[in-house]
Each structure stands twice: as structure tokens, then as C-alpha cells.
């Protein structure tokens, strides 16, 4: 079974930056596409980005691109979230999530993804 963890989350002012980490643990990390959802409250989760299983391969949802950057290691089975420019509309509970897949554009659909972290809050005051 795949299990994720999350870390890095917290409180950052508006132009600051964060860095999320997701440690993959179980199977063979490789192996697994990656990506990074958040949800705000009273609203839907929604994709920010996402990483094949090479690392070759990043997609970014609109409101987040040229801000944020998602990167993997894969000798250290960790995929990170680097956040710059942060805005008071990022903030929400960000999940890290895995699928097996071996696509060189996995998906940004959440459904698609059956492993998820617990979340790691983010805040960003104005």
C-alpha cells in the first residue's frame, strides 16, 4: 500500500513563498505519477500540478503557472511544491496524491488518483 506524507505547510505573506514536501513510502516510487491538489473552504478540491513518473513531464492548473513549480526526486521517493509570489487565494489544505501510471501526461483529474496524504494547511495573509 502506498502511504504519503506531507510537510512544509504554513503561514506566509502575500509574495512570500513555501515549499511543500510529499514522502512516498510502500512501493516503488518511481513507478507512480504525482500530484499536488488543494481545497479551500467551501469549495471543491481542485488540481495545481502535476509530475510523471520521470520527472520529464509537468502540468500546472492556470492560476498557479509561472508561480509554482513541482519537482520529484526520485532517489529520495519525495515530490515537492515549490510556491513563490504566494497570493491570499492560495490559501487551503494542499494533498499530495499518487497514481500508478507510466504516461508521459498522467492526468489532472483528482478521480484519477486513488493514494492521497492528509494535507498540509498553507495560509497567506495580505
Known amino acids: 500500500q502506498v502511504q504519503l506524507v506531507e510537510s512544509g505547510g504554513g503561514l506566509a505573506q502575500a509574495g512570500g513563498s513555501l515549499r511543500l514536501s510529499c514522502a512516498h513510502s510502500g512501493r516503488t516510487f518511481s513507478n507512480y505519477a504525482m500530484g499536488w491538489f488543494r481545497q479551500a473552504p467551501g469549495k471543491e478540491r481542485e488540481f495545481v500540478a502535476t509530475v510523471n513518473w520521470s520527472g520529464r513531464s509537468t502540468q500546472y492548473a492556470d492560476s498557479v503557472k509561472g508561480r509554482f513549480t513541482i519537482s520529484r526526486d526520485n532517489a529520495k521517493d519525495t515530490v515537492y511544491l515549490q510556491m513563490n509570489n504566494l497570493k491570499p487565494e492560495d490559501t487551503a489544505v494542499y494533498y499530495c496524491?499518487?497514481?500508478?501510471?507510466?504516461?508521459?501526461?498522467?492526468?489532472?483529474?483528482?478521480?484519477?488518483?486513488?493514494?492521497w496524504g492528509q494535507g498540509t494547511q498553507v495560509t497567506v495573509s495580505s
Open positions: 496524491a499518487a497514481k500508478l501510471s507510466f504516461q508521459y501526461y498522467p492526468g489532472t483529474e483528482s478521480s484519477g488518483y486513488p493514494y
